[in-house]
């Protein structure tokens, strides 16, 4: 009894140290259990393969991403509402803490609200999940400690609120859920949505969110790895005094482990759904200037480095070429200062619109004309949904390759 003790207390210290990664959504690998039998023995009934019926449930993903400040929210909201439009049901999704989505479209929160035929937008708000996140580990941890070590672990959790990487975790962790178990889409003409878009914060932030699955996988194999030892030592050390001390009695099962385990299969399912090129992809955003240009082919390597798909580019504000000789000498006689600087500023353009081309030359490209105002509301993004109405991301799939429907470069 007393190593019985002894391990308890060793398995408490262990608890604080894991259970922040593994103490949260104790129901969703449930959830996720129930949503696949159901999805089974549907796929049973239609007589489908499974391949083929879980291609055609699973949403396509889409990512939007790229350097601050070159219509990444543009872009997402009027694709998502070219889709919409199409008949396919979308779900647009905020991940950036500049909640751009909310100027655009008005008052959005943290669950899906719908704005359009086919189309529900939410926003999710960093301090929210945190303290979502954060009370989900503390149910978790609770029953694990008592007394003076319990009020010492709580504080200690909430201190973590404000330490590196917890609004990171909170955050990826609600992108989980929506990758995995998504919402069903609020008009009921739908079973479950087509499309899910993220508007995403910039690059160097999205490129970390993307390979959280990557790091956390292998973080939770060294952690799972440490907790097998302990639990094979605390074996050992019940098996040598259940003769003399408790005969008959078992290991107890460890909560902690089948924690980390319901983890890094969610963990695993969500790297495997990412990774899949017919149905995830990142559509990256640039502008034709020097240093979007350079960040975005950038961004590319390290979002392929984690084995992302790359969908498309967008090249957004281009300045439209100028009016006809007559009208330009005409413009140039008056306001000839202002002449100059755009021309110089439309040649510039030119260049790094042509290095972006080069670089992104095996993917569907995109030219979007700067807007004489720029998007303020859902009937300002009209000219932009128009454009996007014909653009397709890449796919490595025969089928999207033969049947023309990947946008030209223009």
């Given at each position: 009894?007393?190593?019985?003790?002894?391990?308890?207390?060793?398995?408490?210290r262990t608890?604080?140290?894991?259970?922040?990664?593994?103490?949260t959504?104790?129901?969703?690998?449930?959830?996720?259990?129930?949503?696949?039998?159901?999805?089974?023995?549907?796929?049973?009934?239609?007589?489908?393969?499974?391949?083929?019926?879980?291609?055609?449930?699973?949403?396509?993903?889409?990512?939007?991403?790229?350097k601050g400040?070159?219509?990444k929210?543009?872009?997402?909201?009027?694709q998502?509402?070219?889709?919409?439009?199409?008949?396919?049901?979308?779900?647009?999704?905020?991940?950036?803490?500049?909640?751009?989505?909310?100027?655009?479209?008005?008052?959005?929160?943290?669950?899906?609200?719908?704005?359009?035929?086919?189309?529900?937008?939410?926003?999710?708000?960093?301090?929210?999940?945190?303290?979502?996140?954060?009370?989900?580990?503390?149910?978790?941890?609770?029953?694990?400690v008592?007394?003076?070590?319990?009020?010492?672990?709580?504080?200690?959790?909430?201190?973590?609120?404000?330490a590196?990487?917890?609004?990171?975790a909170?955050l990826?962790?609600?992108?989980?859920?929506?990758?995995?178990?998504?919402?069903?889409?609020?008009?009921d003409?739908?079973?479950?949505?087509?499309h899910i878009?993220?508007?995403?914060?910039?690059?160097?932030?999205?490129?970390?969110l993307?390979?959280?699955?990557?790091?956390?996988g292998?973080?939770?194999?060294?952690?799972?790895?440490?907790?097998?030892?302990?639990?094979?030592e605390r074996?050992?050390?019940?098996d040598?005094?259940?003769?003399?001390?408790?005969?008959?009695?078992?290991?107890?099962e460890?909560?902690?482990s089948?924690?980390?385990?319901?983890?890094?299969?969610?963990?695993?399912?969500?790297r495997?759904?990412l990774?899949?090129?017919?149905?995830?992809?990142?559509?990256?955003?640039?502008?034709?200037?020097?240093?979007?240009?350079?960040?975005?082919?950038?961004?590319?390597e390290?979002?392929?480095?984690?084995?992302?798909?790359v969908?498309?580019?967008?090249?957004?504000q281009?300045?439209?070429?100028?009016?006809?000789?007559g009208?330009?000498?005409?413009?140039?006689?008056?306001?000839?200062?202002?002449?100059?600087?755009v021309?110089?500023?439309?040649?510039?353009?030119?260049?790094?619109?042509?290095?972006?081309?080069?670089?992104?030359?095996?993917?569907?490209?995109?030219?979007?004309?700067?807007q004489?105002?720029?998007?303020?509301?859902?009937?300002?993004l009209?000219?932009?949904?128009?454009?996007?109405?014909?653009?397709?991301?890449?796919?490595p799939?025969?089928?999207?390759?033969?049947?023309?429907?990947?946008?030209?470069?223009?």
């Amino acid at each position: 009894m007393l190593l019985s003790r002894l391990w308890k207390r060793a398995s408490s210290r262990t608890a604080k140290d894991t259970a922040v990664w593994a103490g949260t959504q104790p129901s969703a690998a449930h959830e996720t259990h129930e949503t696949h039998e159901a999805h089974e023995a549907h796929t049973h009934q239609s007589g489908l393969a499974p391949g083929q019926a879980e291609i055609s449930k699973h949403p396509e993903i889409w990512f939007f991403g790229g350097k601050g400040g070159v219509g990444k929210t543009s872009c997402a909201a009027a694709q998502a509402l070219a889709l919409a439009e199409k008949g396919e049901a979308t779900l647009l999704v905020s991940t950036d803490p500049a909640h751009n989505l909310g100027d655009l479209f008005g008052t959005v929160g943290g669950k899906p609200y719908n704005i359009a035929p086919r189309l529900d937008v939410m926003e999710l708000d960093p301090e929210r999940e945190c303290d979502r996140y954060l009370e989900a580990v503390r149910q978790r941890i609770a029953p694990l400690v008592s007394g003076e070590r319990s009020a010492t672990v709580m504080r200690q959790l909430e201190l973590s609120r404000h330490a590196p990487g917890t609004s990171e975790a909170a955050l990826f962790d609600a992108l989980v859920e929506i990758i995995l178990t998504p919402p069903a889409p609020l008009e009921d003409e739908a079973p479950h949505y087509r499309h899910i878009l993220f508007d995403t914060a910039p690059s160097g932030h999205t490129i970390r969110l993307l390979s959280l699955p990557e790091v956390l996988g292998g973080w939770l194999e060294g952690m799972l790895g440490q907790r097998r030892r302990a639990i094979a030592e605390r074996s050992l050390w019940l098996d040598s005094q259940q003769a003399s001390e408790t005969p008959g009695e078992e290991a107890p099962e460890d909560p902690i482990s089948e924690a980390l385990e319901q983890r890094r299969t969610r963990y695993a399912a969500l790297r495997q759904r990412l990774s899949d090129t017919r149905r995830a992809r990142v559509i990256l955003v640039s502008t034709p200037e020097k240093l979007p240009c350079l960040e975005t082919t950038r961004t590319r390597e390290a979002l392929e480095a984690h084995g992302l798909a790359v969908g498309g580019l967008i090249i957004n504000q281009c300045l439209p070429e100028p009016a006809s000789q007559g009208a330009g000498k005409s413009l140039s006689a008056t306001h000839e200062p202002q002449a100059d600087w755009v021309a110089t500023w439309r040649e510039q353009q030119r260049h790094w619109a042509a290095r972006l081309e080069e670089a992104f030359a095996d993917r569907p490209r995109l030219r979007l004309l700067r807007q004489p105002e720029l998007p303020e509301d859902r009937a300002s993004l009209a000219p932009l949904v128009a454009q996007f109405t014909a653009f397709r991301p890449w796919s490595p799939a025969p089928a999207a390759s033969s049947c023309g429907c990947a946008a030209p470069a223009r």
